[in-house]
């Protein structure tokens, strides 16, 4: 069977930006596929009762502060020189995400994923505005309007929703989670880990 990374995903994590940009060379290195698996992290959230970190540790300065310290060491150890973070953040991210279904549906989801990556977390546009995200794909070389209208589709929604739910069913309480077989990894830190068990696999 081929050997396979499965990331637990949504555009409105920064850490999903930053991992997905470095599991394509831990993909390449092991010789592994890398599974995309879209779903809504406000959903995953409110069925965990968990939050983000910013509003976790909103009365806990410190221990914000240390996050914020913890993503810019990351971000300067991997260069990740375009990154920013989007100055209209939280965004809800719901349109993008049915897009995201609609999109590898027609098999476009990898110039999908990074047409809005870079708009979100490089270019700071504001990806819950539908007129944005048309422009946005657009510019990537797809159909913005066409995909844009099929997040209506219910198959569309009930995917999104089906993903979402079948993550929390496995243990998933945020993203980026990674699954490597039946094992789960949680958080950009763990992909040490992740490529250690691709490469034993």
């Known amino acids: 069977m081929a050997k396979t990374v499965e990331l637990i995903f949504d555009f409105g994590s920064p850490n999903a930006y930053l991992v997905a ?35 976790r540790f909103a009365d806990v300065p410190a221990k914000l502060a240390y996050e914020r310290l913890e993503m810019k060491r990351f971000i300067v150890r991997h260069t990740f020189t375009r990154f920013r973070l989007n100055p209209h953040f939280p965004v809800n991210t719901l349109v993008v995400m049915r897009g995201l279904i609609a999109a590898e549906k027609a098999g476009l989801g990898e110039p999908y994923r990074a047409a809005v990556l870079k708009a979100m977390w490089e270019d700071g546009e504001k990806m819950d505005d539908p007129d944005v995200v048309v422009r946005v794909l657009d510019a990537a070389g797809l159909d913005g309007q066409a995909l844009v209208a099929a997040t209506q589709d219910p198959a569309v929604k009930q995917a999104l929703v089906a993903n979402t739910e079948a993550a929390v069913a496995r243990g998933v309480f945020g993203i980026p989670t990674f699954f490597v077989g039946s094992e789960m990894f949680f958080g950009k830190e763990r992909l040490g880990q992740v490529e250690d068990m691709l490469a034993a696999t």
């Open 21 to 55: 940009g470095l599991l394509p060379d831990i993909a390449a290195r092991t010789g592994a596929s890398i599974v995309y698996t879209p779903c809504l992290l406000g959903g995953i959230f409110k069925a965990t009762n968990n939050l983000s970190p910013f509003q």
